[in-house]
């Protein structure tokens, strides 16, 4: 097995960050740091990522997360922050989030140790789907909710079009799901900020037609093959 699809299938990372860690010298075989990017591995092969051995047939996790908001997307954090790990404590694998929610923001987070399907899943190309529901302040009108549909300057970037529905609107807040393709640092808060009404709170609450439904913070449950199968295809 070539030594990139070995790494991505112990879940260590995707193909072409493999190669990325092999050119840098964090990958070795045998002792050995690997020079061979088109290295096969056989039988007998021991291999060490960043000075940890690993197994190329680990069994895959796929799970849904609903992450509160106070915890960082992130394996480890160096300031001893919660992070979405601390959820997942009893899950028997070295899994890992696949993309980031805002320490601010709650919601869906796919988590899993199969590096092909995060980067599929993470990729600008498959152009996923995410929507997030968004309490903001003040009414959202109906030529601004237009702006969004077609896209706002948020600073260098004009957002793609996206889809905005209201669900429920106050005098002092409006209730407001929004869709987009991008992916963007604060996209959504910046959205929003650009049409004059500030984020007071945002959930994700679906990948394309993968739903977080009912499932309560900080509570996971497994992916169906359907929804992973349907996750890996991009569509």
Do not use: W
């Given at each position: 097995m070539r030594i990139n699809k070995y790494i991505a299938q112990a879940g260590v990372a995707s193909r072409r960050k493999a190669d990325e860690l092999i050119a840098n010298g964090n990958v070795k075989v045998n002792g050995l740091i690997l020079k061979e990017p088109g290295y096969d591995v056989v039988s007998g092969d021991v291999v060490e990522v960043n000075g940890r051995r690993i197994e190329a047939e680990e069994k895959k996790v796929y799970i849904l997360l609903n992450k509160p908001v106070g915890y960082i997307t992130s394996v480890s954090d160096d300031r001893d922050?919660?992070?979405?790990?601390?959820?997942?404590?009893?899950?028997?694998?070295?899994?890992?989030?696949?993309?980031?929610?805002?320490?601010?923001?709650?919601?869906?987070?796919?988590?899993t140790n199969d590096g092909d399907?995060?980067?599929?899943?993470?990729?600008?190309?498959?152009?996923?789907?995410?929507?997030?529901?968004?309490?903001?302040?003040?009414?959202?009108?109906?030529?601004?909710?237009?702006?969004?549909?077609?896209?706002?300057?948020?600073g260098g970037f004009v957002t793609s079009k996206a889809k905005v529905e209201i669900v429920k609107g106050h005098p002092r807040n409006t209730v407001v799901d929004i869709t987009i393709h991008e992916g963007k640092n604060r996209q959504v808060r910046k959205m929003f900020k650009a049409v004059g009404n500030n984020v007071q709170s945002l959930e994700r609450i679906a990948i394309g037609d993968?739903?977080?439904?009912?499932?309560?913070?900080?509570?996971?449950r497994k992916l169906t093959r359907e929804e992973i199968e349907y996750l890996k295809n991009g569509r």
């Open positions: 922050r919660l992070t979405v790990m601390d959820l997942v404590q009893d899950v028997d694998a070295r899994i890992f989030p696949v993309g980031r929610l805002d320490y601010n923001t709650s919601g869906m987070l796919i988590m399907f995060a980067y599929t899943l993470s990729h600008p190309k498959h152009e996923m789907p995410k929507t997030y529901r968004a309490v903001v302040a003040g009414v959202l009108s109906n030529e601004k909710c237009a702006k969004l549909r077609e896209g706002v300057d948020i993968v739903k977080l439904g009912r499932l309560a913070e900080g509570h996971y």
